[in-house]
């Protein structure tokens, strides 16, 4: 077991460092108070992972996206994106639950600064702890490096 997630740990590390766009962000909206978010980026589609605080519940989700279309509209400010994907949530709080997550992404990655600005809307199944759907949307910032 040990061997196994020091063989995952390293392929996350080669991934993030041979990714292109990479970013560190908030997210705010409904579900949780905030979510602090990252993203690695795959040359194209790219792995999503969020850490959010509401109350005393803590959630992690990892969302994998692909990128569905990306348009040049506004040449002169950035470029614009939508992308969706599935991933799993998990959390822990007064109770736990496990659950599966989807999301569809619609943003802008200014050119000027290494900032992209996205709304999205996640809706999700809670499998364990409780039978339940949900959606949940919110509006992120994040730092593009």
């Known amino acids: ?11 996350f590390a080669v991934t993030a460092v041979s990714a292109q766009e990479n970013n560190v962000g908030i997210r705010v909206g409904s579900g949780t108070a905030f979510d602090l978010v990252g993203k690695v980026d795959l040359g194209g589609n790219n792995i999503e992972g969020r850490l959010g605080f509401g109350g005393n519940h803590v959630n992690i989700t990892g969302i994998y996206n692909w990128e569905i279309a990306e348009w040049n509209w506004t040449p002169s400010v950035g470029k614009w994106f939508f992308d969706a994907g599935v991933g799993g949530s998990l959390g822990v709080g007064g109770f736990v639950n496990l659950g599966v997550v989807g999301t569809a992404r619609f943003g802008i990655k200014f050119n000027g600064a290494p900032i992209d600005l996205t709304v999205d809307v996640t809706p999700g199944i809670n499998l364990i702890g409780g039978f339940g759907t949900g959606i949940g949307a919110g509006l992120s910032i994040a730092y593009r490096f």
């Open 1 to 11: 077991m040990k061997k196994f997630l020091v063989a995952l740990v390293a392929l």
